[in-house]
């Protein structure tokens, strides 16, 4: 399985995919009706319509990836689009326990886990956070991940319009 996703990863991040006109909102709104179909906490503030240039595959994955992170390790996810100058900014919060300042950055190299398992249980390979930084950096943007003061997570995700 980590072979199969190592070159999945690796097919997928070198080569670009159709770019289209999408509306984010609308985006991280169906991703967050469909895990919740499952039982997943998850919600979408309301806010304004957002649209860039994006592959829209490359995004749901990347979304997908941050949504079910926020979902697993904070047990649910609270996700917001919004304009900032040249840039479209998504944030995605949880209210886990966030991630030693030292593992911030490191979190986003391929197989990099937190948590050293492998077992089914606790999932992954360490591949879903190198996937949304390359898909970020893909487009243009980038992705940060910061401890909230109240506690909690913020995967926030930079875009150019």
Do not use: W
């Amino acid at each position: 399985e980590m072979i199969s996703a190592a070159l999945t990863f690796v097919r997928d991040a070198s080569r670009p995919g159709d770019r289209t006109r999408l509306e984010l909102s609308s985006l991280l709104e169906s991703l967050c009706d469909e895990m919740a179909e499952t039982g997943a906490a998850t919600e979408v503030e309301r806010g304004e319509k957002v649209i860039l240039e994006g592959d829209p595959v490359a995004l749901r994955r990347l979304f997908a990836n941050l949504l079910e992170n926020a979902v697993k390790f904070g047990d649910r996810a609270r996700a917001r689009v919004y304009r900032d100058g040249a840039f479209a900014v998504v944030e995605i919060e949880d209210d886990g326990p966030g991630i030693p300042a030292e593992d911030a950055e490191r979190v986003f190299e391929p197989f990099y886990r937190r948590e050293p398992s492998r077992s089914r249980q606790t999932g992954g390979i360490g591949l879903g956070l190198a996937v949304v930084r390359s898909v970020g950096r893909g487009h243009g943007g980038d992705v940060v991940l910061e401890n909230r003061p109240d506690g909690g997570l913020t995967a926030r995700v930079h875009l150019p319009l």
